[in-house]
DNA sequence: TGAAAACTCAGGTTTTTTCCTGTGCAACAA
DNA sequence: TTGTTGCACAGGAAAAAACCTGAGTTTTCA
């Protein structure tokens, strides 16, 4: 065995402990680590082809959507494994379509990180049980409400959107921003209030911080 | 040397990695884990006295605040480091006078955590630049305004209010739940968007979240 | 190609938030 | 004692947020 691996975290000091820890397990062997998407192209660009990529979602230049997807367009063979600190709902099934082998919380014991990670490279998938819940009552509530799944996503303008509303700017001062009308601003609140089941701006941008969609 | 070392963080994962790699420091010895206060206590009463402890901030049961105190009462000659995710300008004042010895975000360098402990080690002490800066900031803010250092800090009804000021219920539900007029609850809300200096509920919600004031 | 869905915009109303200027009381220090 | 400070509370007003119903235009896709 002894499966090569690359390692992708912004956070250098948990990313290298990391690095650490799984070159502890004697299955694997962490062949480089990088802080974004762009540094994992190059990487693996220059020959160092590993068998499984794990991945943080939320980094600055390139993040992990993104680089999941130029993996399965460039490298289907390579197995993703998505790391991160945040039970995004929203996340799980667009990670799906990227191809995603594996979705893990930072808050995990290390043996489910090594118990993913050999299911992973033997069996080509691995979900926490909190992850398939979560896509459970994800299909649930779309189904209940009749949607079809894509309306479990949130569109681009709907992300720029939360994120101007996780600051100080007034709905007038965010349509000016984003170049929309007051009232095309109020629709996107109302429709994401009623989409993402909060009720208050405020409870959106706790949404918002919850599911990684903003981070400071 | 071989300093011992406990790691205290309630994420398991990123604790024990961390462990991984402090015992690749020769000069350091990972002693034990744990994953709040109490339990610190605890390996410390059974004779496991180390020189250093690390403590995350955010804890269940008992946070970082509270075994650092406790630390500097009943075992004044083991060095604390905090190790936080937060830049809790709230927080330094406090921990400085529970007599924190080192100060860190957790997206530092490896290097830098190992410079940290080596600093605390020998010399007693280690704040990261970022974390003078702070404090430089905070000084300079309290003298301009005037006021104490007190004032820096947030009383524990402010900090009561501004959790619940992190939902969906309105001012009027808030005060009660906290057993408050709604003009009182009004009066906690201007007095707090004037001290942290922001100018919506949502962008206390903000800063609330950025220093760890609230966790999810 | 026709229906469904997504995107943009509108008027009007109610509720909530934010801001303003005040009062009374108790604790505490000069 | 007096003056400062913290704390709880008040009325009123302006701004913002939230909720309602509606409609035209484009995109999507079966």
Not at 19 to 31: D, K, Q, R, Y
Not at 187 to 197: A, E, Q, T, V, W
Request: contains cysteine; proline residues 3%; hydrophobic residues 45%.
């Amino acid at each position: 065995m002894h499966k090569q691996i690359i390692l992708v975290d912004d956070h250098v000091l948990l990313r290298d402990a990391l690095a650490t820890l799984i070159n502890s397990f004697p299955e694997f062997n962490v062949l480089s680590v990088a802080s974004n998407g762009i540094d994992v192209i190059k990487a693996i660009e220059e020959g160092n082809i590993p068998d499984i990529v794990v991945l943080d979602l939320n980094m600055p230049k390139m993040d992990g959507f993104e680089t999941a997807a130029w993996l399965k367009n460039n490298h289907p063979d390579i197995k993703v494994v998505i790391l991160t600190m945040y039970d995004s709902e929203i996340a799980l099934i667009r990670l799906l379509q990227a191809g995603v082998r594996g979705f893990l919380k930072k808050d995990i014991h290390p043996m489910e990180l090594k118990n993913a990670l050999i299911a992973v490279a033997e069996n080509g998938y691995y979900y926490s049980h909190q992850a398939t819940g979560k896509l459970g009552t994800l299909f649930k509530k779309n189904n209940d409400a009749g949607n079809s799944i894509e309306r479990a996503f949130l569109t681009d303008i709907e992300i720029d959107f939360i994120k101007n509303a996780c600051s100080e700017m007034t709905y007038k001062e965010i349509a000016l921003k984003m170049s929309l009308t007051p009232r095309t601003i109020d629709n996107y609140r109302d429709s994401l209030f009623d989409k993402l089941n909060v009720k208050s701006r405020v409870g959106l941008a706790i949404y918002a911080v919850k599911n990684g969609v903003v981070t400071f």
